[in-house]
């Protein structure tokens, strides 16, 4: 069993190795830190103050109950087909509060977050910000772990544009 | 330069097989008032959806032009439309988009007003020392001046001179009815919406919601994530996705409407693609065999100035606002049949979010071209050569097509897909020409009553 403060410090870990990663371009490396089959869910805004809850009734700006759509995405970047990515936006990712939830697995570890990614657009030399809330639930399994499951609260819902996987 | 020049933005010269648009329509500043002035805020503009605002005391906010709207329902059951702020000092009366209300009380000095928009408290009026004048004035929330529905679509106007919405949606009702229609309980709004912006010109979004010859170039890169889909059944399947190689043998055409209003369609070689297939046998019974099969057509529509509903991946309506000539506000909603089994409601919202939103694989490569344009079209470009495809295919008569939906557009398109027609464009770009000159002539924007007796 992890103790409090060794959960928050191997999320905090975790969770950094997902932002350098996107960050660093490192995508393939990206994909490895998402189980085969993780749920990857950004929540769109019912209104003002409410997200929606259920993903099988209501609209999701991104809903996968597996990493394939997570692969879609990052073919997508690679193909250098998609205007959206071409230049490719530059990403700084910050991190904020990491707090753990209690779990009795010790294999489970499970954390909510504050986030920030600060994007350069080369092709319009501007800057935007994207930030919001996370929940992460990692398993460990063959002695490393691995998110099983990711839900975005995108906070800056007034999207410049376009809002891909690597600014989240 | 004057909108009487005869060639001026917009040259519309088919009868000499041109038309063509000047690139400075996108980007002056002076053209973006006039616009404001002249289009959104003298014609009927798209405002909400009834689902939105179901129950008694519902409300949604919105804009006409440059004015901020409320549209609620009063304990009587009916929709009004109202300008969104309190008669004392104009404040907004409400800041929030959607909610339930009884009573709205403006936040600066308390004034309030119930959800008909009657003005139920004047705070501390007993005490106020008033002159006559004041008790003599209504104090109720100020109406738009028009406001109607028409099967769930709300629309309104500023504008006291607009023909009946009925006659504004005129022959492209038809085609709305059948997005309108496909549930036997009628529309909703799913729950969840994506706003966003985009760095151009808000007639790069009407263009684009109707453009087939875009689909091979800008979205590519999708294109072949779907073949990748449907060849080893990797990514993400969970979209049924459509083949969008195979829409590409396809018959497809447009219609043009009056006031504006466009439509393309395009055959669709998988029906069994669509959230309403289970369903079919339903929908055949209730609208007809017809109308069942055009359901499953693609089918994208405008209607000028600020509405588009797309029925071409899921059922998308969305809406524009243009807040500089260089930035467009979008807000993005799915459309479903109100009542949807579980399982084609969520094969629906996996079909909407992999095509559409910024966050989709589609629409956010279009959005980024829209901003391409935006930067290219200096006003040195000079005339635009993006409206001439299929010029040498129209036909003022109705076609079958037209026929078996019982419209009369003012123009038809017929053609394999790879006509990917242009003339779509011209409807939107005639009347924004009308409206623009007798705004600068001082005219009305309907001649209503000469209409009535010719």
């Known amino acids: 069993m992890l103790s409090d403060s060794l959960r928050v410090t191997t999320a905090h870990d975790l969770i950094a190795q997902e932002m350098a990663a996107l960050d660093e371009r490192r995508w393939d490396d990206w994909l490895s830190l998402y189980d085969p089959q993780c749920e990857f869910w950004m929540p769109m805004w019912r209104d003002e103050e409410t997200l929606t809850e259920d993903p099988q009734r209501e609209l ?87 998110i099983q499951r990711r839900k975005i609260r995108l906070d800056s819902e007034y999207i410049p544009t376009m809002a891909d996987f690597y600014c989240l | ?105 403006c936040p600066y000095h308390g004034w309030a007003f119930d959800s008909s928009g009657k003005n139920v408290l004047v705070k501390d009026v007993e005490c106020g020392a008033y002159g006559a004048a004041f008790h003599q004035e209504s104090h109720d929330l100020v109406p738009l001046a028009r406001f109607e529905e028409y099967k769930g679509l709300l629309f309104g106007s500023l504008n006291p001179d607009v023909p009946p919405l009925a006659e504004f949606l005129g022959e492209a009702r038809p085609l709305l009815d059948l997005a309108l229609e496909q549930g036997p309980n009628g529309m909703e709004v799913v729950p969840g919406r994506s706003v966003y912006t985009y760095r151009g010109n808000w007639k790069l979004q009407m263009d684009n919601g109707m453009d087939f010859y875009h689909l091979t170039s ?94 071409s991946t899921s059922l998308i309506l969305r809406t524009f606002r ?50 391409d344009c935006q930067r290219g079209a200096s006003p040195h470009l000079g005339w635009l050569q993006g409206f001439s495809r299929g010029m040498a295919s129209m036909s003022e008569a109705p076609n079958a097509e037209a026929e078996e939906l019982g419209m009369k557009p003012a123009a038809c398109v017929k053609g394999p897909f790879k006509l990917q027609n242009e003339v779509v464009y011209h409807p939107a770009y005639r009347e924004w020409l009308r409206l623009m000159r007798a705004g600068e002539a001082n005219l009305p924007a309907y001649q209503i009553a000469s209409e009535a007796t010719c």
């Open chain 2, 1 to 105: 330069m004057s909108y009487t020049d005869e060639t001026w933005p917009v040259d519309d010269a088919v009868d000499q097989g041109r038309f063509r648009v000047h690139a400075r329509i996108y980007s002056d500043p002076k053209i973006l008032d006039q616009e404001m002035a002249w289009i959104f805020e003298r014609t009927w503009g798209f405002l909400g959806v009834a689902s939105q605002v179901a129950k008694p005391h519902d409300f949604l906010t919105t804009r006409l032009g440059r004015t901020n709207v409320l549209v609620t329902r009063g304990a009587d059951g009916l929709l009004r439309g109202f300008v969104n702020a309190c008669r004392h000092k104009g404040a907004l009366l409400t800041r929030l988009e959607s909610g339930r209300r009884r009573t709205h009380s």
């Open chain 2, 322 to 371: 243009p807040i500089r000539p260089d930035l467009t506000e979008m807000r993005a909603y799915c459309l479903a049949p109100i009542g949807e089994a579980p399982e084609q409601r969520a094969w629906r919202l996996r079909q909407f979010e992999d095509f559409f939103n910024p966050s989709g694989l589609a629409t956010s490569d279009d959005t980024v071209v829209y901003e």
């Open chain 2, 218 to 311: 800008t979205h590519s890169a999708f294109m072949d994530l779907v073949q990748r889909r449907d060849g080893s059944r990797q990514g993400n399947t969970d979209a049924r996705q459509f083949d969008w190689r195979q829409r590409l043998t396809q018959v497809g055409g447009a219609f043009g409407f009056r006031y504006g209003h466009a439509a393309i369609w395009l055959e669709q070689p998988q029906p069994e693609k669509r959230p309403l297939w289970p369903v079919i046998d339903e929908l055949r019974s209730r609208v007809g065999e017809t109308r069942a099969r055009w359901m499953l057509k693609l089918r994208n529509m405008t209607i000028f100035p600020n509405l588009q509903i797309a029925d």
């Open chain 1, 60 to 146: 999701s700006h991104i809903y996968y109950r597996s990493r394939a759509g997570l692969e879609d995405r990052v073919l997508r970047i690679k193909s250098r087909q998609s205007a959206s990515s071409l230049p490719l936006p530059r990403t700084a990712h910050a991190a904020g509060w990491v707090i753990a939830e209690p779990t009795s697995d010790a294999d489970a570890l499970v954390v909510r977050n504050s986030w920030s990614c600060h994007v350069f657009l080369p092709s319009t030399h501007e800057s935007v910000v994207l930030f919001g809330l996370s929940r992460y639930e990692f398993s460990r399994g063959e002695g490393s772990w691995r």
